[in-house]
């Protein structure tokens, strides 16, 4: 079973390896031009945004497009299996993806004071793997409620970047968090990674009941 979800995964695998080869040069070209300085971290707030698109999106509703579901589900395995298996290669290489793309970032980055306008936030804990993990749930939901591979897309498109405005804007509503040091904003993130933990479970249980427990037809 997990071989058969890395093999469904290997044309996501092959473009989050481009995603890294490209950052790896974007980053190289920040390290000699002092123009440059900062482009990674200030794109690395939009990777969730390819994470729902490319990771979560087609995986349910890409099965039903091409009918390939009707023979994944007929083996030994059953749904469930299937679905949690893939969920989790999905996630998996968010998770990478997003780990070496903090890492090269953290790199380049000069020292910094981290506050809450910082734009180093999203990079900084573990906020950033905490948006993977709810980009790739969103995708996921949506593709086992449309089945249609193109809406599903843009729906977590929407749904990642409009949960982003709604948490930039609730980081920032209070005067007296705008303030806060490094030292409390651990405060401020641990709650944010809670709450976008809790949303991903419930959209990856969501698309684990509609690909599960709804007609296959």
Request: without cysteine; charged residues 10%.
């Amino acid at each position: 079973m997990s071989w058969l979800a890395f093999r469904q995964h290997r044309g996501r695998m092959i473009g989050m390896g481009l995603i890294v080869v490209l950052w790896g040069g974007l980053a190289g070209m920040e390290s000699y031009s002092p123009v440059l300085a900062g482009m990674s971290a200030v794109f690395f707030a939009y990777v969730p945004l390819v994470f729902g698109v490319f990771l979560g999106a087609p995986v349910v509703s890409r099965e039903f497009e091409r009918g390939t579901h009707q023979f994944a589900w007929t083996q030994s395995f059953s749904r469930s299996q299937w679905f949690w298996w893939q969920a989790v290669v999905a996630m998996g290489l968010a998770l990478a993806t997003t780990a070496y793309l903090g890492t090269v970032v953290g790199l380049i980055t000069p020292s910094f004071t981290l506050t809450v306008d910082s734009v180093m936030y999203p990079l900084t804990g573990a906020v950033p793997y905490a948006w993977g993990v709810f980009a790739v749930a969103t995708g996921l939901m949506w593709s086992a409620i449309t089945r249609w591979t193109t809406a599903a897309m843009a729906a977590s498109f929407f749904g990642v970047a409009a949960s982003q405005f709604i948490a930039e804007g609730l980081r920032k509503r209070s005067d007296a968090v705008s303030q806060w040091t490094a030292e409390n904003l651990w405060i401020l993130q641990s709650a944010e990674v809670e709450i976008l933990l809790a949303l991903a479970a419930a959209m990856t249980v969501t698309a684990w009941y509609f690909t599960a427990r709804r007609n296959p037809a």
